[in-house]
């Protein structure tokens, strides 16, 4: 496999390295991030969403107060957070450039520090054959205290498609195997989800008028994002004995009327001072034209399998 490398610019985000191996290409920022704004077979859809008109948008005061700047944006593609989520120290403005090494599988990309909060991200890149990407995620506390937080990868993901996660498999006898954990805002009647034996299903509605959110400590450890003639797949890394954030999940998946999340999360740590930690996804893409009732248990699983195989 000869991997491919060049520097362009991107839609209206600036200065991109693209990375390929023949098969897929991945655009990541040069100036915000680390942010991963395109993933798709090369000349392709890309399965990101990408916020080319600047309208998602955290305006909250403290923002400004604390970093300097107007507000944080989403941007799009792909983004590297910590959790539990506080205001504004989760709203960091990636909006500053970022510095690249180049590997011999593909390339790490290092964000600034982060101040007054004494964290610097970092996101690295391997490329295997056919579609399959390994994205490492890293965290150091540049700080002298110790701090505690998990790695939080989200991925923000293109309109119009169906998103499948498989329901927790662990037996666990008298004993329950399954949190769900959910937001405030959130009617759980909603039409866009469904909760079934095997998998619940999430539809991403650009039609909707409100935000959803859930998270699940999904120890099947992948999820598929089913647009665009594509399936999305998303495993990562599950620690069945793991300490999680928001109640004990290591996937969260929001969605709203301009894209669908999906979201892992790697164990909730205390890092002490100088100390990294990391957390591993590990990306590919299936084409399928296949479709189905989100809310049809067999459907379901038939296109559950295209990833479950993976």
Same mark, same amino acid.
């Not at 077979?41 to 990408?50: C, L, P, Q, R, S």
């Not at 892992?264 to 990391?278: D, F, N």
């Given at each position: ?5 060049r ?7 600036g ?12 655009y990541?920022?040069?100036?915000i991030?680390?942010?991963?704004l395109?993933y798709g077979?090369i ?18 005061l ?7 700047q107007?507000?944080?944006n989403?941007?799009g593609?792909?983004?590297l ?5 506080y205001?504004p120290e ?11 090494i180049?590997?011999?599988q ?5 964000q ?7 964290k ?21 506390n ?11 990868a *989200?991925?923000?993901? #293109? /309109? !119009?498609? %169906? ?13 329950a ?23 619940i ?10 935000s ?15 647009n ?20 004990g ?17 790697g164990? *909730?740590?205390k890092? #002490? /001072? !100088?100390? %990294? ?15 189905f009732?989100h ?16």
């Amino acid at each position: 496999m000869k991997l491919l490398f060049r520097e362009e610019n991107y839609e209206n985000y600036g200065k991109c390295i693209v990375l390929s191996n023949g098969t897929v290409e991945i655009y990541v920022s040069l100036d915000i991030g680390p942010r991963v704004l395109r993933y798709g077979f090369i000349g392709g859809e890309n399965v990101f969403f990408n916020d080319l008109k600047r309208e998602v948008v955290n305006n909250d005061l403290s923002i400004n107060k604390t970093f300097g700047q107007p507000g944080w944006n989403i941007y799009g593609g792909h983004r590297l957070w910590t959790s539990p989520e506080y205001m504004p120290e989760t709203y960091y403005p990636d909006c500053y450039p970022v510095e690249f090494i180049k590997t011999e599988q593909g390339g790490i990309f290092n964000q600034v520090e982060q101040l007054p909060f004494k964290k610097k991200c970092s996101i690295e890149f391997v490329l295997g054959e056919d579609t399959n990407i390994t994205v490492i995620h890293r965290v150091t506390n540049t700080g002298t205290t110790q701090s505690e937080y998990a790695i939080w990868a *989200l991925s923000v993901l #293109a /309109p !119009g498609g %169906t998103e499948i996660i498989p329901m927790p498999r662990r037996k666990t006898g008298y004993l329950a195997n399954r949190v769900i954990s959910v937001w405030d805002y959130v009617d759980m009647s909603d039409d866009r989800v469904y909760w079934g034996k095997d998998y619940i299903t999430l539809k991403q509605d650009p039609a909707a008028e409100s935000s959803f959110k859930f998270g699940i400590n999904n120890d099947v450890a992948v999820s598929g994002y089913f647009n665009k003639g594509l399936c999305f797949i998303k495993h990562y890394d599950h620690h069945e004995n793991g300490v999680y954030p928001d109640y004990g999940v290591s996937y969260e998946t929001y969605t709203n009327a301009k894209f669908l999340e999906a979201e892992t999360l790697g164990e *909730l740590k205390k890092v #002490a /001072p !100088g100390e %990294t930690i990391s957390h591993n996804e590990y990306w590919s893409l299936v084409k399928t034209d296949i479709s189905f009732d989100h809310k049809n248990e067999a459907e379901t699983a038939k296109a559950a399998a295209i990833f479950l195989q993976k």
